[in-house]
């Protein structure tokens, strides 16, 4: 199986944090736990992020040890299979707020330098 050029990852992870950022632009973290269509598409986006993040070569990576790849990937695992258990609210709002604007700059840098 041929790798894709790993541009289609940096683009795919790009899209869906401005997507999420995007959805919660004017929400609270309030509103995010009680407008279901919101919460669902914030986690979908979530989960497209952390495939793509999997599938960035290891290369990539090891230039930007503050971005917890690991983490990123196995979040993936909760968001697909721990669904029916409920993925807490609280965890989301930090991640969206705290974590994706830092992984944003990494991943914009991380395109440039391919470019």
Not at 20 to 36: D, G, P, T
Not at 56 to 79: C, Q, T, V, Y
Not at 89 to 106: A, F, M
């Amino acid at each position: 199986m041929i790798a894709k050029n790993p541009l289609v990852y940096f683009d795919h992870i790009l899209e869906s944090i401005v997507l999420i950022q995007e959805y919660l632009l004017n929400c609270s973290k309030e509103q995010l736990s009680q407008n279901r269509m919101i919460y669902d598409a914030v986690l979908r986006n979530l989960q497209v992020l952390s495939e793509s993040v999997q599938k960035i070569p290891m290369e990539f990576k090891e230039s930007f040890h503050e971005i917890p790849w690991k983490d990123i990937a196995g979040f993936r695992n909760i968001l697909v299979h721990d669904y029916l258990e409920g993925i807490d609210c609280e965890i989301i709002w930090v991640i969206t707020q705290h974590e994706l604007p830092k992984l944003k700059q990494v991943i914009e840098k991380m395109r440039s330098n391919l470019l």
